[in-house]
Nanobody, 121 residues
Framework: QVQLVESGGGLVQAGDSLRLSCAAS?????????MAWFRQAPGKERVFVAA????????RYADSVQGRFTISRDNAKNTMYLQMNSLKPDDTAVYYC?????????????WGQGTQVTVSS
C-alpha cells in the first residue's frame, strides 16, 4: 500500500513553467514502484503524460509533452517530480501521480488525489 500526495499545481500563463511533486508514503520501499503522471482535462478522459522506472534510469512521455516535460524521481526522498516547461493552454488539467507494482506500462495500482494546473493564454 502506498499513499500519494501531489503538489505544485497552480495558475500560470502560456510559456511559463511549473514543477509538480508527488510525495509517497510507502509501506513498501518507494523504489519498488514504477511511477507515472496522468492528466484529465475537463470533459475528457484521463490520459498518460509520463512514466519513470524504479531507479529513474528510464523515462517515457506522451507525444504531446515530449521535449517540454521532464519526469524524475528521488528515491531517497520518496518523491517524484514533473518539470513542465513552455506550458500551453492545452496542458490545463488535473494532474495525477500513480504507482505501479508490476510494470511501468501499468496497470497503475495507486493514485493521488490530483493537483490542478491551469494555463491561461
Amino acid at each position: 500500500q502506498v499513499q500519494l500526495v501531489e503538489s505544485g499545481g497552480g495558475l500560470v500563463q502560456a510559456g511559463d513553467s511549473l514543477r509538480l511533486s508527488c510525495a509517497a508514503s510507502a509501506g513498501r520501499i518507494f523504489s519498488g514502484y514504477a511511477m507515472a503522471w496522468f492528466r484529465q482535462a475537463p470533459g475528457k478522459e484521463r490520459v498518460f503524460v509520463a512514466a519513470v522506472n524504479w531507479n529513474g534510469g528510464l523515462t517515457r512521455y506522451a507525444d504531446s509533452v515530449q521535449g517540454r516535460f521532464t519526469i524524475s524521481r528521488d528515491n531517497a526522498k520518496n518523491t517524484m517530480y514533473l518539470q513542465m516547461n513552455s506550458l500551453k493552454p492545452d496542458d490545463t488539467a488535473v494532474y495525477y501521480c500513480a504507482a505501479a507494482t508490476r510494470s511501468w506500462y501499468g496497470p497503475y495500482d495507486y493514485w493521488g488525489q490530483g493537483t490542478q494546473v491551469t494555463v491561461s493564454s
